[in-house]
């Protein structure tokens, strides 16, 4: 059970994030409901009382709060109070379009220091000699320390002088321009890294001829993994790549395709095929977990499993009409393109799936929506038959997907509207959690 002392900056960071209008009474009501009596998570619970009121739960901080001498190799989300001891500014080159960046050093009063690198300058430009308090920062691992990166979901909020006192005498590294490629894991690529040097097994392989101002040539592409994900690949140059084999691609870069990191390698990369262990291909074709969170900040994942829990029907879900020519979904039999046609039905599951840190849309086709409801196609198309009345099979989806914890994989990618996942396999996580999950969604639905 958590009492009054221990609710209380939760429900101060839900007053922040939702500005006051709501008064802390009721939200510390809600708070001790969910995570007391309902037994919620204590981001789940923060998250849902922020969508009650009509906030952003992302805008939530995620309350890891941490010295520079606590910073991991990969943190997905942290909150550092620290001085900027130097800050340059200069131009890369992402895909091809010039992008200026900043980059130099922080330092904290424990006097340890750690390079930064601001991608997103509308979000934060950092002055030399001043404290700030930067929310949602990631880390990444740079020669085997952690550098942390100020993304476009940075917050920066500039502290007072007296704030953060350095010790005297603390060294400042330069920050220099990063010449030296930069060691990654598949989990770790998004979209716009170039210089990457990255270690994997070629699962598969396939080559095609292809058209260029040159001549014909040919192009490789396949799939490699390491232990953290698989990614699409693409070799420029023959390299004479073959099959199962470990390879380390040096100068890459990552060309994200609808937010889902594929890596390429051309003329100005080099292969070397390291010695010594690496996992199987059995070993790295078995699947690979990422939170939503983790999969958000890439901006997309091939072929990952993911939890959550449903907390939205998204319309289309169900019994659906199709056009046989180009698949659109038909209202009443008639394609906003081929007119009138043939309709030919289909099931389908559209939710929004939220793991109490982010959310994405799922999308179910009709295998694996049997597979999930029990459901068939040929029983939903009886019972619409019986009744007349296609929304009774939307109906019973919505009773037995609400509010459950559910396991998906699928591939991830990213557009306008967010993250969404194309199921290829979906699973409730835990049996029998219904009653209480619905009493739950209920609750939170009616207030
Ligand atoms: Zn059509």
Not at 5 to 26: F, T
Not at 256 to 275: C, H, L, Q, T
């Amino acid at each position: 059970m958590m009492n009054k002392e221990e609710l209380a900056p939760h429900v101060k960071e839900i007053s922040r994030v939702l500005e006051g209008k709501v008064k802390e009474q009721d939200i510390e009501r809600d708070l001790d409901n969910y995570l007391n009596v309902y037994r919620m998570s204590v981001e789940a619970s923060r998250r849902h009382i922020v969508r009650k009121y009509g906030g952003d739960p992302n805008a939530l901080a995620k309350g890891s709060n941490k010295t520079l001498a606590q910073l991991g190799l990969n943190e997905g989300s942290v909150d550092i109070l620290a001085r900027v001891m130097s800050s340059t500014t200069r131009e890369i080159t992402v895909s091809g379009t010039p992008k200026t960046i900043q980059s130099g050093v922080l330092a904290d009063e424990a006097g340890t220091t750690v390079k930064f690198t601001v991608w997103d300058l509308t979000k934060a430009d950092l002055k030399p000699d001043t404290n700030y308090l930067i929310r949602y920062a990631y880390t990444r691992e740079w020669n085997g320390q952690p550098e942390v990166h100020l993304g476009n979901r940075v917050v920066v909020e500039e502290r007072p002088q007296e704030e953060i006192t350095v010790p005297e005498g603390v060294s400042v590294p330069p920050a220099g321009g990063r010449s030296a490629p930069q060691t990654v894991k598949v989990s770790g690529l998004s979209d716009g890294m170039n210089n990457i040097t990255l270690t994997g097994r070629i699962l598969s392989l396939k080559s095609r001829e292809v058209d260029t101002p040159s001549g014909k040539k040919t192009m490789f592409s396949g799939i490699m993994a390491d232990e953290t994900g698989r990614v699409e690949f693409t070799a420029w140059e023959d390299f004479k790549l073959r099959e199962d084999e470990v390879i380390t691609v040096s100068n890459g870069y990552v060309k994200g395709w609808k937010g889902i990191p594929r890596i390429s390698f051309g003329e100005k990369a080099d292969i070397a095929r390291p010695n010594g262990e690496f996992p199987s291909a059995e070993e790295l074709s078995k699947e690979v977990r990422r939170s939503i969170e983790s999969i958000e900040q890439a901006g997309g994942a091939f072929d990952v499993v993911t939890t959550g829990t449903i907390v939205d029907i998204k319309k289309g879900t169900g019994l659906i009409f199709r056009c046989p020519e180009c698949n659109r979904v038909v209202l009443k039999g008639v394609c906003q393109i081929h007119g009138k046609v043939q309709q030919v039905p289909d099931l389908r599951i559209r939710v929004i799936v939220d793991d109490g840190f982010a959310a994405m849309t799922a999308v179910m086709k009709r295998e694996v929506s049997e597979a999930l409801t029990g459901v068939t196609l040929k029983e939903a198309l009886d019972e619409a038959r019986e009744t007349m009345d296609t929304e009774a099979i939307s109906q019973r989806f919505e009773e037995r997907l609400l509010a459950k914890p559910i396991e998906l994989r699928g591939t991830v990618m990213s557009d306008d509207y967010g993250l969404s996942m194309t199921v290829t396999e979906a699973k409730f996580a835990t049996p029998d959690v219904r009653s209480e999950a619905e009493a739950l969604l209920s609750k939170i639905e009616v207030i």
